[in-house]
């Protein structure tokens, strides 16, 4: 069964950087699917933080491309999550995501098919 | 940036109804949606990708529908484990982007 686990500090310091890993069980994170981080400020909606190919390659959200850092390590089957110079705007559950592709009518789809169960990140001092 | 807009932002129906939620592109994806349900406290949940392919797993009652800009869930027969938060989001280009959400509840 594959799962998906987020771990990292619960609190962090303004202008500090929050840092997240996604352990991924039961499937190997060299498998050619995209890997990503989406984050749900408390009572909002969710925002798509980043992503990161099998190949290395990145995407992140503009609105947080100068802070934000994706990475994979593939020793571990993890990936992980580093976002810099936080404010108490980042405090919210941060969750990592397969994307997942499946081909319907011969065009691709690579969408969030398995999702870890998140983890609270408060931004305080 | 594609914006993704739901109508209704909240709703309340009865066991038994069939609801739908709609959800709108600011510009065509072609077919790349997928829907999510979120229960209180815990993780998004897929339960449509492709706009009309059920995950494997979600019951039959769950259907989606659209293409282009206008898409729909349906949930054909309301149940008291249905009470969620239901989001749209698009795939087709990055920034990847969620709808606003909606709230479904049981009378």
């Known amino acids: 069964q594959v799962q998906l686990q987020e771990s990292g500090p619960g609190l962090v310091k303004p202008s500090e950087t929050l840092s997240l890993t996604c352990a991924v069980s039961?499937?190997?994170?060299?498998?050619?699917?995209?890997w990503g981080w989406i984050r749900q400020p408390p009572g909002e909606g969710l925002e798509w933080i980043g992503d990161?190919?099998?190949?290395?390659?990145?995407y992140y959200n503009p609105s947080l491309r100068s802070r934000v850092t994706i990475s994979l390590d593939t020793s571990k089957n993890q990936f992980s999550l580093k976002l810099n110079s936080v404010t108490a705007a980042d405090t919210a559950v941060y969750y990592c995501?397969?994307?997942?592709?499946?081909?319907?009518?011969?065009?691709?789809?690579?969408?969030?098919?398995?999702w870890g169960r998140g983890t609270l990140v408060t931004v305080s001092s | 940036d594609i914006q993704m807009t739901q109508s209704p932002s909240s709703l309340s129906a009865s066991v038994g109804d069939r609801v739908t939620i709609t959800c709108r592109a600011s510009?065509?994806?072609?077919?790349?949606l997928a829907w999510f349900q979120q229960e209180p406290g815990k993780a998004p949940k897929s339960l449509i990708y492709?706009?009309?392919s059920l995950q494997s797993g979600v019951p039959s009652k769950f259907s989606g529908s659209g293409s282009g800009t206008d898409f729909t869930l349906t949930i054909s027969s309301l149940q008291p484990e249905d009470s969620a938060t239901y989001y749209c989001?698009?795939?087709?280009?990055?920034?990847?982007?969620f709808g606003g959400g909606t709230k479904v509840e049981i009378k």
């Open positions: 039961g499937y190997s994170i060299n498998s050619a699917d995209h």
């Open positions: 990161i190919y099998q190949s290395g390659s990145t």
């Open positions: 510009q065509g994806i072609n077919s790349y």
């Open positions: 989001q698009q795939y087709k280009t990055y920034p990847l982007t």
């Open positions: 492709a706009a009309s």
């Open positions: 995501a397969r994307r997942f592709v499946v081909v319907v009518t011969s065009v691709s789809h690579w969408y969030f098919d398995l």
